[in-house]
């Protein structure tokens, strides 16, 4: 039998689940509508398929971790020697060819790691400056298709006051996009807290992205950072902001945290714990670390499995997760197929991940 791949409302109509969990296969339109018919014509009783056809064909979802890469960007780092194939290849016309096969209708743009963490001083301004009007030219071009969260360079306070202040109040992006730690600096550090204070003041979305800390790059010479750190530092930069006393202090700022929150739902026990038995952690947060986890968005990028999606779901409600795809590191069909292979999520579920909760916290994504 041939395995098929579709992205019909509210979910898959016609996919071998079993296919489905180990290969990121292309839809095929065609194909879809046949294996739909020879469904129904069968009698078997398949997750989505009282979906209609013209819904079928119109994409919904909303990717909320979806990389670009800006000519400047790759430029710079090129010039330092850690450019990558994927990173290099990318253009809008693949963005745009992922997004469709997995109905796909708006892709939050964003740089990956290291963001700006390799320049510093007026050049960090400079380039922070130039992928944000890419971004913006790019959400200006394709209308209804991309929304951006900028770049600024965080440890230097006066040039992000700046830079947040022009990319969300003279581009109109949605957002600003931060990495989990700068040096060996995590997103809790009072150094911050100038920037935090505009965030809460704001009210502002703020996606978090995992980069490798100076402390812990290359302590397993045989695995490469994202494969260990990427989760841990993520982790890191949670606790810190949790245990610092920000997440209380600055409650306005909407938080979304990458890769399912790294590995913090798999330490929820410790964390609160912690909040419990530490005298600063108790201060720091009076009702509780869970209590503050559950307010924070958490993306589906490389985590959409049962173990993972699992493990989320128990500590934080449905309304919290998001859909993401770290394209094009992994592509949106990989992500689509394999939410509903986990069967963790009931097909209302699935709408609200990949649509509803995005829209709630983004609500010009609907127009």
Not at 26 to 48: K, Q
Not at 49 to 71: E, G, M, N, V, W
Not at 87 to 96: A, F, I, P, Q, R
Not at 300 to 319: D, E, G
Request: net charge neutral; hydrophobic share 45%; aromatic share 8%.
């Amino acid at each position: 039998m041939r395995k098929r791949h579709c992205w019909s409302v509210p979910a898959c109509a016609c996919c071998d689940r079993d296919t489905l969990a180990l290969t990121g296969g292309r839809f095929d339109r065609r194909g879809f509508l046949a294996g739909a018919a020879a469904i129904a014509a069968a009698g078997l009783r398949v997750r989505g398929a009282t979906a209609q056809t013209s819904q079928a064909a119109k994409p919904y979802r909303i990717d909320i971790h979806h990389h670009l890469s800006p000519p400047s960007y790759v430029a710079a780092a090129n010039a330092r020697h850690f450019g990558e194939p994927l990173m290099n290849g990318w253009t809008v016309e693949k963005s745009l060819e992922d997004m469709d096969e997995a109905g796909v209708a708006v892709a939050m743009l964003s740089i990956t790691a290291p963001s700006l963490s390799f320049v510093s001083g007026e050049q960090a301004r400079r380039l922070a400056r130039e992928c944000n009007e890419y971004a913006a030219k790019l959400v200006a071009e394709h209308p209804g298709r991309f929304g951006a969260f900028a770049a600024i360079p965080l440890v230097d306070i006066d040039g992000s006051l700046n830079e947040i202040a022009y990319a969300l109040d003279t581009l109109k992006l949605d957002g600003i996009g931060l990495m989990t730690s700068y040096g060996d600096r995590w997103l809790g550090d009072p150094l911050f807290q100038p920037v935090m204070q505009e965030f809460h003041r704001r009210k502002s979305v703020v996606y978090t992205h995992p980069t490798a800390a100076n402390c812990c790059v290359n302590l397993i010479k045989t695995l490469r950072p994202a494969v260990i750190e990427f989760g841990t530092d993520t982790t890191r930069t949670i606790a810190d902001i949790v245990f610092s006393g920000n997440a209380r202090k600055f409650h306005d700022i909407r938080w979304i945290f990458s890769h399912a929150g790294g590995t913090m739902p798999f330490l929820i026990e410790r964390f609160a714990r912690n909040s419990l038995i530490v005298p600063d952690a108790r201060a720091a947060v009076p009702d509780g670390a869970l209590a503050e986890l559950k307010r924070f968005y958490y993306d589906t990028a490389q985590t959409s499995n049962k173990a993972a999606m699992a493990a989320l779901s128990a500590i934080v409600p449905v309304s919290q997760i998001l859909f993401g795809s770290d394209f094009p590191y992994r592509t949106s069909i990989d992500h689509v197929n394999g939410l509903r292979s986990a069967e963790v999520f009931t097909d209302s579920q699935l709408l609200d991940i990949e649509r509803g909760n995005a829209l709630r916290l983004l609500p010009r994504l609907s127009s």
